[in-house]
């Protein structure tokens, strides 16, 4: 293909949810009540594990960690989403769109790694309680926490280098609300099968095998548990629940859209919004909820926040 006869694409115009104007208001005031519950949420979490001292342990440590991956992550795709809902143009800067892939798949691979660092955290917990404060030293738990971000580098990196210097000369739509990367990468004005099938099985591939590992170390645990007391099983389960449901929550997703990368058809777009502004916002919601420790931690500090205000 002669590129000089091409026009060069300095932006892409990101579909989003197409409709009614009335439709359109009804999202922007849903997401934006979400993306603010979202980060209110992440934020309280990150707060009272830094400054409760009841809540410092290493599983709480992981889940303020975890908080900050899920604000990030939602910072990332959901102000941009929400704005164009209301925007008769929807477009990002080609260097826009390069920025909002790799803080994308950065925030993301971290996550997928700490999750399995969580995983690791409860099986010491459950299957060897006598030593865990041994196991679970703050060096593992700063170490895990450094590995998370570096495997998330390496992740993004090992792909926007393949197709940050694609030249694009023709199509410019990406249906989607964010800039998806195998459809952006299919908007390229060159030969791309090669590239395409790399990016989808090695993205699919990862995802998959984290979400398998970590159902199989959940496995382990309730054999392990069910093996030495049938009594703890259930007290198993109430702990590995929250974790198993935020694990499907932000795999699922995920492993779905990847499978079928070019498709498109609405469902892959409620795929995409569950992944990056939904389960952000439920995971505060199940750590919370289900988590007595944590709210009383909650009172406590809102009630110190409060006597101090009232003396101030």
């Known amino acids: 293909m002669d590129l000089k006869n091409e026009s060069v694409v300095t932006e892409f115009i990101l579909l989003g949810f197409s409709g009614q104007w009335e439709l359109q208001i009804f999202f922007f005031v849903t997401f934006s009540l979400v993306y603010g ?169 990862l995802s998959l095998i984290c979400f398998i590992l970590l159902l199989v170390s959940y496995a382990v645990i309730l054999v392990t548990v069910w093996q030495r007391s049938s009594g703890g099983l259930s007290k198993a389960l109430s702990t590995l629940s929250a974790h198993v449901i935020v694990v499907t929550l932000f795999f699922g997703p995920c492993i779905f859209i990847y499978a079928w990368p070019f498709n498109s058809f609405a469902g892959n777009k409620i795929l995409s919004v569950f992944y990056t502004v939904i389960t952000p916002f439920l995971n505060p919601i199940i750590y919370t909820l289900r988590n007595l420790k944590m709210q009383v931690a909650m009172r406590k500090l809102r009630f110190l926040l409060v006597s101090s205000m009232q003396n101030f």
Request: net charge neutral; hydrophobic share 55%; aromatic share 12%.
């Open 37 to 205: 519950a979202t980060a209110l949420g992440n934020i309280l979490i990150i707060v009272t594990v830094t400054f409760s001292a009841t809540l410092h342990s290493p599983m709480y440590f992981l889940l303020g960690n975890l908080s900050f991956l899920d604000m990030c992550l939602s910072t990332v795709i959901t102000p941009k989403m929400i704005t164009d809902l209301l925007a008769e143009h929807k477009t990002i800067s080609i260097w826009g769109c390069m920025t909002q892939m790799f803080f994308m798949h950065f925030f993301g691979g971290a996550e997928m790694t700490l999750l399995i660092a969580m995983a690791f955290d409860r099986y010491v917990a459950i299957c060897k309680p006598l030593h865990y404060r041994t196991i679970m030293s703050h060096r593992l738990l700063k170490g895990f926490v450094i590995l998370s971000w570096i495997i998330g580098f390496i992740h993004t990196m090992s792909q926007m280098v393949l197709i940050v210097n694609l030249p694009f000369c023709g199509p410019n739509v990406v249906d989607n609300i964010f800039c998806d990367l195998p459809l952006v990468i299919k908007l390229a004005c060159i030969q791309t099968y090669t590239l395409e099938l790399f990016v989808i099985a090695y993205s699919e591939l």
